[in-house]
């Protein structure tokens, strides 16, 4: 099927073969395009799957919390034990053959450009002309790592979530945890319970919610982030849209002090982390916001052996900015063997750089059904902003191809407008 390289113009080219990708492909399938010849899907993966084949094998699909079915495929009843990147690939691939989608693989695309004559494709394997294109391609290649002072001084292991494969290679090292959101509370219980001592640090107080997690909480969550997309803002990270969800399966650990945020990472030192947080004796804990009621007194949490008292002053001489913890005029550095960044993701868009499409702001305008790129006509979104979860996604994929189809029947005056 490569002859999609030889020039000839295709309606549209889908980018990505995840959920929002597959889900655009069987509705513009479903609408009367013709696969290979009116449309193609290109991705970057050896095989089915999208992200979830990356997964470590310890995420089970229980674990997951699931996944929105993809149109016209129920999922039937997976085992909740089971890998889901096992589940997920296996589902992705048969969907693929029992519609037939025209996925092409392994090609990972480089740029997208535009003129008159429609869009270009810039791929490892040629180019591909298409009159609009369906940008599908999520998150998971563009992990975020914030940058703290003194990290390229720090002698330990650095990793992301994205590259972690077992929480059983941890085993005795004491691992910095970094992030707010719920993947952190996920590994910092998958570490502890593979031997390793997990300390967590967040930005700010943890979002604890007690709220439930239902369909209306789904639908406010859409329409906060897409408030930001429709003005041009940088999508939040998941956890600031949706809160942490404040339940049995976290109270456990948090009464014992697991699960409670040693306060903000400050910066580095060679062998630990300086925290504005609790001292070896375990007093000091910052607030962990809704959480305190479960948390109980701070004298009655577990400190941190090893601590050591940093003073601003001693700081300051060491290079780094000078802060205040809650000891007053001084900090705590903890030691640490590995740093790991639960700090999430960005959405995945270096392709589109050369169409001009980011604001200012950083983000990417998006238009009031949350797929359309205003400032360039033809040019789809599907994944981006508030369709970043499996259940957006699959909204946002046939969002973006009703729409592509809307714009290849415009006439072409209307189109360029």
């Given at each position: 099927m490569d002859d999609v390289f030889d020039g000839r113009m295709l309606r549209v080219v889908v980018i990505g073969a995840g959920q929002a990708g597959l889900s655009a492909a069987y509705y513009l399938s479903a609408r009367g395009l013709v696969p290979w010849e009116d449309?193609?899907?290109l991705d970057a993966n050896d095989g089915p799957g999208g992200a979830w084949r990356h997964r470590w094998d310890s995420l089970t699909f229980g674990g997951a919390h699931g996944i929105h079915p993809l149109p016209a495929a129920p999922l039937d009843d997976p085992d909740p034990a089971e890998p889901a990147n096992r589940i997920v690939p296996r589902y992705y691939g048969a969907y693929e053959h029992r519609f037939a989608l025209p996925v092409l693989r392994p090609v990972r695309v480089t740029a997208v450009t535009h003129d008159v004559d429609g869009f270009a494709v810039v791929t490892d394997r040629g180019r591909v002309a298409a009159a609009s294109v369906i940008s599908a391609t999520g998150t998971w290649d563009s992990p975020y790592i914030p940058h703290y002072p003194g990290i390229d001084r720090f002698l330990g292991r650095r990793?992301?979530?994205r590259d972690f494969r077992s929480a059983q290679?941890?085993?005795g090292e004491r691992v910095?945890?970094?992030g707010g959101g719920t993947s952190a509370l996920q590994f910092i219980q998958q570490l502890a319970a593979h031997g390793a001592d997990p300390v967590?640090?967040?930005r700010r107080t943890p979002q604890w919610t007690a709220r439930r997690f239902d369909a209306q909480w789904g639908l406010d969550v859409e329409r906060s982030v897409s408030a930001r997309t429709r003005q041009g803002l940088p999508p939040l990270s998941v956890s600031a849209a949706t809160g942490i969800p404040l339940h049995d399966l976290y109270a456990p650990d948090i009464a014992s002090g697991l699960l409670v945020s040693r306060g903000p990472l400050v910066h580095f030192t060679a062998h630990g982390a300086v925290l504005d947080g609790p001292g070896p004796d375990g007093t000091g804990y910052p607030s962990q916001g809704p959480a305190d009621r479960l948390a109980g007194q701070p004298a009655t949490l577990p400190g941190r052996p090893g601590a050591r008292r940093i003073r601003v002053a001693e700081e300051t001489r060491d290079g780094d900015a000078p802060g205040t913890g809650t000891g007053g005029d001084a900090l705590w550095e903890t030691p640490i063997d590995t740093v790991l960044w639960a700090t999430g993701f960005r959405p995945h868009v270096p392709?589109?750089?050369g169409l001009g499409v980011r604001e200012r702001t950083g983000g990417i305008l998006m238009g009031d059904?949350?797929?359309?790129?205003?400032r360039m006509p033809g040019l789809f979104l599907a994944g981006y902003g508030a369709s970043a979860?499996?259940?957006?996604?699959?909204r946002a994929g046939r969002r973006a191809a009703m729409a592509a189809l809307r714009f290849a029947r415009q006439p072409a005056g209307d189109a360029a407008a």
């Open positions: 449309f193609v899907v990793l992301h979530t290679e941890f085993r910095l945890v970094v967590w640090t967040t392709h589109l750089r059904d949350g797929v359309t790129v205003p979860s499996t259940l957006g996604a699959t």
